[in-house]
C-alpha cells in the first residue's frame, strides 16, 4: 500500500493490481486530484498517506481525503453528515457509508468554480472537528422526517443545534414529530421545539427542573 504523496500521484495507492500501470485510476484524473489537494493545503490541513491515499487531518484528526475513482476524482469528508450541505454537494459513496460524505469531480473547471464554496466547507469540517460535536447517531438519522430535513435546510444553525443534543433526547423529538401523520402537524411540532433544542434542552427538560420557592 501507497506510503508517500509522490508515490500517490504517480502509481496510485497500491490496494489493486493496477497500481502503477497506465489503467492505475489516478492517471484518469491528475489535474483534478491536483486541484483538490491544493484545498485543504489552501486551509491549512496537514497532509498524509492512509489506506493508501492522500489524507489531510488537523492535530492528528482526518478531517479530508483525495482519492480517484472510475467514475471521478473524489474530495471525502470524513464527517460530512454532520456538516450543514447549503449547495447540496456532499452525497454517500454508498448504502452502508455511515458519517462520510463525498463530492465527485470530472473536470478541472467543475472544481475551479466551487473553488470558494469547497473551502468553505473544508473550514467547516475542520470546525466541526474542533467543536468536538458528538457523531450523530445513525439509528437516529435513518428515522428522520423530511420536514425536518426541510427546517435543517431552511433554518440556520437548527441542523447543528440538533444533532449536538444528547441521542436520548434526539430520539425523543424524532418520536414526537414522527408520531403526527400530517406532514402540517409535524410542521407544527418542529416549529414549536425549534427554541428547546436551540437551547440544548430535551422535551421534557423543563418538567424535569426543580420547582422555585
Known amino acids: 500500500m501507497t506510503t508517500k504523496i509522490d508515490v500517490y500521484f504517480a502509481a496510485g495507492c497500491g490496494r489493486c493490481a493496477l497500481g502503477g500501470t497506465p489503467q492505475c485510476k489516478v492517471h484518469r484524473w491528475p489535474?483534478?486530484?491536483q486541484y483538490l489537494r491544493?484545498?485543504?493545503l489552501a486551509c491549512g490541513l496537514t497532509e498524509e498517506v492512509k489506506w493508501g491515499v492522500p489524507c489531510y487531518t488537523l492535530n492528528g484528526k482526518n478531517i479530508v481525503s483525495v482519492s480517484a475513482l472510475k467514475e471521478g476524482a473524489i474530495l471525502g469528508f470524513f464527517k460530512g453528515g454532520q456538516l450543514a450541505d447549503p449547495d447540496a454537494l456532499l452525497t454517500k459513496q454508498g448504502e452502508n457509508s455511515q458519517t462520510g460524505r463525498i463530492i465527485r469531480f470530472t473536470e478541472v473547471s467543475q472544481i475551479k468554480r466551487l473553488t470558494s464554496t469547497l473551502k468553505a466547507y473544508i473550514r467547516a469540517a475542520m470546525a466541526l472537528e474542533?467543536?468536538?460535536q458528538k457523531p450523530i447517531n445513525q439509528s437516529v438519522v435513518q428515522n428522520i422526517?423530511?420536514?425536518l430535513e426541510e427546517a435543517f435546510t431552511e433554518?440556520?444553525?437548527f441542523k447543528k443545534a440538533f444533532y449536538a443534543l444528547t441521542p436520548g433526547r434526539q430520539r425523543g423529538y424524532l418520536l414526537y414529530f414522527a408520531a403526527a401523520k400530517q406532514a402540517a402537524t409535524r410542521?407544527?411540532?418542529i416549529e414549536k421545539c425549534l427554541q428547546p433544542i436551540f437551547d440544548g434542552k430535551g422535551m421534557h427538560d423543563?418538567?424535569?427542573a426543580p420547582r422555585k420557592g
Open 130 to 132: 474542533q467543536s468536538g
Open 31 to 33: 489535474e483534478e486530484l
Open 187 to 189: 410542521k407544527a411540532r
Open 155 to 157: 433554518k440556520a444553525g
Open 38 to 40: 491544493s484545498l485543504p
Open 206 to 208: 423543563d418538567y424535569r
Open 145 to 147: 422526517p423530511p420536514e
